[in-house]
Every structure is written in structure tokens, then in C-alpha cells.
């Protein structure tokens, strides 16, 4: 087995298409499929589903993927410790994050990565929701993920990095936009724009189950899965949205947030990665975390 049929098998199980795949490691797509086969050969089995339309992971696929990565961090590891006598912090760290969710939390752990260790490269990919970002975790194809509390049963390790209680995004010449705040069961009627629930976001459980408490269920009319196109259709008067305080401060200019009356519903943004993971430079960014996002007090 070599190293380069594991690239091809990564590529092509990240991108489910052999002609992307191909065209990320600068390949023809004939000597790709050769290098799969050649790997399911060795192997044994079948890796992927393949269909004139589509490419799918077969289950050996799924059960191989997270070892696959781990080929690829021990070989980082072995270059992460010839420097490590140095001294230097050096390396790449993958985060995911959902996307304006993020945005009091992110932007100071990255920056202080970059003060602190300038030789670390950080790999970000948003749009990661929360089941996506654990599932990703325990595949081994993230390092850190923000998620929201609480998340299903996992080896994942999380810790709480923020609280902040949700309220209402409105189009600017709603009826209630102009209140100081207001009750959740105003919005009774209203259509709803969410993140989709099949993503697994920890923001529309909330959402929901907010909505539940105030006596309605809500009328979903959208769901898209980036939170700042959610604003966006907000200020383009397509509907109403649920979000965390923290997106008061980033509208858009057709938007405004208002706070909801009674016992607030919180959104707890949290950091989750696996202790397992063996990574010096992984180590060395949660501990830095824990300077520039500190647990808050409940």
C-alpha cells in the first residue's frame, strides 16, 4: 500500500466525484479510478458505490476513512517533531465553525494563534454545523470544531466558551421592529427562515424548542444553512428568524434584533475536539483558547 493511493482515496471520499477529486491532485481521472482499484485490490473490498451519477462511500469506505486520516496526521507528527526540539509550535490545525455564529469567538482565537505561533497553519472550513462538526471530529477530518451544547453522546471532548440568549431577527418595517422587546408568541403567525434541521444545527433545536415553550409550532418557510444569509432574507422581508444575541451587532442594514420578554433560552457556543487526537500543536491552541475564550461563569 502507498502513501499516494491513500490521497487518492481521501480526495475522492471528501469530494463523492472522481472528476473534483482528480482535478484536486492534479491528476487525470483515469490513473485516479487505477488508484482506487488498486487499493480496493489490496484491500479486499469495495471502498465506493460508484453510479453514472453519483459516488457514494460503501460502509468498508467509511470504516477505512478515519484510519486513512490518521496516516496523514502521524506522517504531520513526524514533521511537527523534528522542530519540536527547536521549541517551535509548528504544524496545521483544521477548525470548522458555522459561519456570523462565530463571529465574537473565532476571529480572537485565530488572531491569537497567529501572534503566538506564527509557524501554525490554520486550515478553516465553515458552513460546519454542530453534528457535522462532531461527526467530523470522530472521523478525524477536523482538529476543532465550534459547536452548540449539548451534542449527542460522543468521544468528543467540549467546553463552554459562550452563553447568549436568543432572540428575534425582524425585517426593519415589521410591526414589532420597533419594540424594546417582545414576547416569543407574537411571532406565532410570522413564517420562520432556519438552519436546516437534517444538518444537525444546535441553533434550530433551540429555535424550536423555544417556540414550542411560548404555545406555537413554527411555520418554517426557508431553511438555508449559512446563519448570515438567514439575516440576509430577514432584511429582504422574506421572514423571521431566531438567533443568539451575538448577531446584534453584524445586521444587516434592512434588520434589526429584539430582545425576547421572559426566561431567555440560551445558545451555548462551545469548543469540541478529541483527546485522542495526538497532535503537539492541537494541544498548544486549546491551551491558548483557554487564555482568549475563557468558560464563562453560568
Request: a negative charge; one cysteine or more.
Amino acid at each position: 500500500m502507498e502513501i499516494r493511493w491513500l490521497e487518492a482515496f481521501v480526495a475522492v471520499a471528501e469530494e463523492l466525484h472522481f472528476g473534483r477529486a482528480a482535478a484536486r491532485l492534479r491528476l487525470a481521472q483515469s490513473p485516479l479510478s487505477q488508484t482506487i482499484r488498486k487499493l480496493e485490490k489490496e484491500l479486499g473490498t469495495t471502498l465506493f458505490d460508484r453510479s453514472t451519477r453519483s459516488v457514494a462511500l460503501t460502509p468498508a469506505g467509511h470504516a477505512f476513512l478515519p484510519h486513512a486520516h490518521r496516516v496523514f496526521e502521524e506522517l504531520e507528527l513526524g514533521r511537527q517533531a523534528t522542530r519540536a526540539t527547536s521549541g517551535v509550535v509548528y504544524g496545521t490545525v483544521s477548525i470548522g465553525f458555522s459561519g456570523a455564529l462565530n463571529h465574537l469567538t473565532l476571529p480572537p482565537l485565530t488572531r491569537a494563534v497567529r501572534q503566538r505561533y506564527p509557524e501554525v497553519q490554520l486550515s478553516l472550513t465553515g458552513r460546519v454545523m454542530t453534528r457535522d462538526g462532531v461527526e467530523q471530529l470522530e472521523q478525524g477530518g477536523l482538529d476543532i470544531a465550534f459547536v452548540g451544547l449539548p451534542i449527542d453522546p460522543s468521544p468528543v471532548r467540549t467546553r463552554l466558551i459562550g452563553r447568549e440568549p436568543l432572540g428575534a431577527a425582524l425585517p426593519i418595517d415589521h410591526p414589532l421592529a420597533r419594540e424594546r422587546d417582545i414576547d416569543l408568541a407574537d411571532l406565532a403567525d410570522e413564517g420562520f427562515i432556519t438552519t436546516p434541521a437534517a444538518t444537525g444545527s444546535a441553533l434550530q433545536e433551540l429555535a424550536m424548542q423555544a417556540c414550542v415553550k411560548a404555545g406555537f409550532r413554527p411555520r418554517v418557510i426557508q431553511e438555508i444553512t449559512d446563519p448570515y444569509m438567514i439575516l440576509t432574507l430577514v432584511s429582504a422581508g422574506v421572514g423571521v428568524a431566531l438567533m443568539s444575541s451575538g448577531v446584534a451587532g453584524i445586521m444587516p442594514s434592512a434588520a434589526v434584533f429584539v430582545p425576547l420578554r421572559g426566561e431567555p433560552t440560551y445558545m451555548d457556543h462551545a469548543l469540541a475536539w478529541l483527546d485522542d487526537n495526538p497532535s503537539p500543536v492541537l494541544k498548544a491552541v486549546l491551551d491558548l483558547a483557554e487564555e482568549v475564550l475563557p468558560t464563562p461563569k453560568r
